[in-house]
């Protein structure tokens, strides 16, 4: 089935501008949301008050995925793990319902691959792992690293797939890696026009070519969901609603 296996198209729905129904994206599987590891939220009332706006606009859970980047954000799998608990527990406190996850974003270098072979990833639903390349320089030895994954029992998710400047004007490296079983995934504010308009374009011809299997918020502060919230009618948000996304079988 190609790409086409990855993302079905619902025929009983059509839009129609109406707001995008987050109820039905049900999963947000990528966040900054731990406190303080990296450059999401920069405290713990801040990160609560993100969940609270996360269960408001109708999302039953959120898997958060602290950035694991060496030089930048060394984060372990230790580091990650404990912060994941102290959201927890101050979310359980605070009367939050939503159900709360933890999973990692990792930069894409050769330091991966180490990792990779010693288990030492922190995945999400079915063995899915998020990977990010850099904004400005094209990724090398891209394919040896996403077959290591695979190989070792891993699905791989690359990140944010139109924020990438070098892939600006098509999707065909997206549609390569879908049929190699890389999932791809886009940011929802990329289409409110969160990180300018070259990459809201490349956003919509994602959508309009089937490019994508995961949507996600990439939530580092209150203010890229305020965004999200006001802006569900946008018309490629609210065609959104005509996809079976991957994100609820999560």
Request: a negative charge; proline letters at 4%; hydrophobic letters at 40%.
């Amino acid at each position: 089935m190609g790409f086409f296996g990855q993302l079905f198209r619902s025929k009983a729905k059509k839009s129609l501008n109406l707001p995008l129904d987050l109820n039905q994206v049900k999963i947000d599987m990528h966040s900054h949301l731990i406190p303080g590891i990296d450059d999401g939220s920069p405290s713990m009332e801040h990160s609560l008050a993100m969940l609270m706006k996360f269960q408001n606009l109708g999302y039953k859970k959120v898997i958060t995925t602290p950035h694991v980047k060496p030089g930048s954000y060394p984060n372990t799998s230790e580091i990650i793990l404990e912060g994941y608990k102290q959201l927890k527990a101050a979310a359980i406190e605070a009367g939050i319902t939503l159900e709360i996850e933890v999973a990692a974003e990792y930069f894409f270098d050769e330091t991966l691959i180490d990792k990779i072979k010693a288990k030492d990833i922190l995945s999400f639903g079915d063995h899915y792992v998020l990977v990010e390349f850099a904004f400005n320089h094209p990724p090398i030895f891209e394919n040896l690293l996403f077959d290591t994954l695979i190989e070792n029992g891993y699905k791989p998710v690359l990140a944010h797939f139109e924020r990438y400047s070098y892939y600006f004007g098509t999707v065909e490296k997206a549609h390569e890696w879908q049929k190699k079983g890389v999932a791809i995934q886009m940011n929802l504010i990329s289409l409110c026009g969160a990180y300018g308009p070259e990459v809201k374009r490349q956003a919509e011809s994602m959508l309009d070519q089937f490019a994508f299997d995961f949507v996600g918020t990439d939530c580092h502060r209150m203010e890229h969901l305020i965004q999200l919230e006001e802006n569900l009618t946008l018309p490629y948000l609210s065609r959104l609603n005509e996809f079976m996304l991957k994100n609820s079988s999560l």
